[in-house]
């Protein structure tokens, strides 16, 4: 029997601000979210299943590749700015951008796909929109940050695929067309508030090591969450991509609940570590990875029981993609029910085990990909997400519980 007294748990959580920096976090990721599944929506309806499936798998590429390009500064500038202030964040964004040059040229030698060429300088605007994410997280203002990304951007990007299409027609470009412009108009929004922090040119070479350590376990965990995209894009078909994306963004609602907590504990971890206040920093902890995991379980049964439902609403062949979601949700219900472990971590400046934990979860995934695929098809690619994530988040939550002695759950 778990031993939880959520009043008093629930009470003690919306002292301060806390609780009104979730608030604004949860409004603003779950207006991305909601945004994102429009987006996806109106994609399929205009553009068919196809065309949807060869724009997600170029952009998940995208993805991946971007995290190269932060170099790991995006949670670096989170550990720095409440140590060092804004000393680090001009370094942050040339070393980002000269990156972005190097991967996207490599890119343009080795990649023979012409559209995926195309989509490769959304390189720098995604990661360049991570760092400012880094300076607003640090700073608390997350309603500002997601005014313009959750909100704005989505909204523009939804109404530029829809003009796109009646001005270019039906093709993989006319949404691209309209990606790019919505991430120019973000960068261009973050960069004109900030411009006052990005002056003076500072290295620091304690800082680029710490960074650079995380962004191997930055550039996994996404492998890890993006493989299962580009296995099947290589493996299977276009529309198994388009139908499989439709899953992941569905039961992403669950981390995407992990994330609203995760935009506003981890500065806050940042900032007690730095203070010396270690034991309020594990009480807090402990406090929200049990609302978590209450959460959790709640969200996953109401997932599972509306699947049918709601991937008949994108279209009757999306239902083919039932199992893959239930799958995929149970692997999410674990990884919110342990919390935010890995900034746990990495905020109190060890990030190595991230990485080693990353590293076989990647090769488990990558394995477990490459056998189910060729027989399963887009179950086979949820189970084997589903394997990884769970993996990732029992380690983690057993090395923070042992490092900062805590434990979130008492049973008797």
């Not at 492998?223 to 299962?228: A, E, L, Q, R």
Request: net charge positive.
């Amino acid at each position: 029997m778990v031993k939880v007294n959520f009043k008093k748990l629930i009470a003690k959580m919306t002292s301060g601000n806390f609780i009104m920096k979730i608030i604004e976090s949860f409004i603003g990721r779950g207006s991305f979210l909601l945004f994102t599944l429009l987006f996806s929506y109106i994609s399929v309806q205009l553009y068919g299943v196809e065309v949807f499936g060869e724009f997600t798998y170029a952009f998940t590429l995208v993805q991946v590749l971007m995290i190269l390009a932060t170099a790991g500064f995006n949670n670096g500038l989170m550990y720095s700015i409440p140590k060092h202030g804004y000393k680090d964040v001009s370094f942050s964004f040339v070393i980002n951008f000269l990156l972005s040059l190097v991967i996207v040229g490599v890119g343009w030698v080795f990649i023979e796909d012409h559209y995926i060429r195309w989509m490769l300088p959304l390189i720098w605007l995604l990661s360049a929109e991570q760092l400012f994410f880094g300076i607003y997280r640090s700073e608390r203002k997350i309603k500002e940050y997601y005014v313009i990304n959750g909100l704005v951007t989505m909204i523009l990007r939804i109404v530029l695929i829809i003009a796109f299409y009646y001005i270019t027609g039906k093709n993989e470009y006319s949404i691209a067309y309209g990606v790019y412009a919505s991430f120019l108009f973000s960068n261009a929004m973050y960069y004109f508030y900030n411009r006052r922090k990005i002056n003076k040119y500072t290295f620091d070479k304690s800082y680029l090591k710490y960074s650079l350590t995380l962004i191997l376990a930055s550039l996994l965990g996404v492998m890890i969450n993006k493989i299962d995209i580009l296995m099947l894009g290589s493996m299977t078909t276009k529309s198994d991509v388009g139908i499989y994306q439709i899953t992941v963004q569905v039961s992403n609602i669950l981390s995407a609940l992990l994330l609203i907590f995760n935009t506003v504990f981890a500065p806050e971890i940042s900032r007690l570590f730095h203070s010396g206040q270690l034991e309020q920093m594990k009480r807090m902890y402990v406090k929200a990875t049990r609302i978590l995991a209450l959460t959790s379980v709640t969200v996953t049964v109401i997932l599972i029981l509306s699947s049918n439902f709601i991937l008949y609403f994108f279209g009757a062949e999306f239902l083919e993609g039932q199992n893959a979601l239930i799958l995929r949700s149970v692997a999410h219900c674990i990884n919110l029910s342990v919390g935010g472990v890995w900034l746990m971590l990495s905020m109190t400046g060890q990030p190595k085990f991230q990485m080693y934990a990353n590293i076989v979860a990647f090769l488990i995934n990558i394995l477990l990909n490459y056998l189910l695929i060729p027989k399963y098809g887009i179950n086979g690619a949820a189970f084997a997400s589903m394997v990884t994530i769970i993996f990732t988040n029992i380690v983690g939550y057993m090395i923070v519980s042992k490092r900062f002695n805590v434990k979130v759950f008492k049973f008797v």
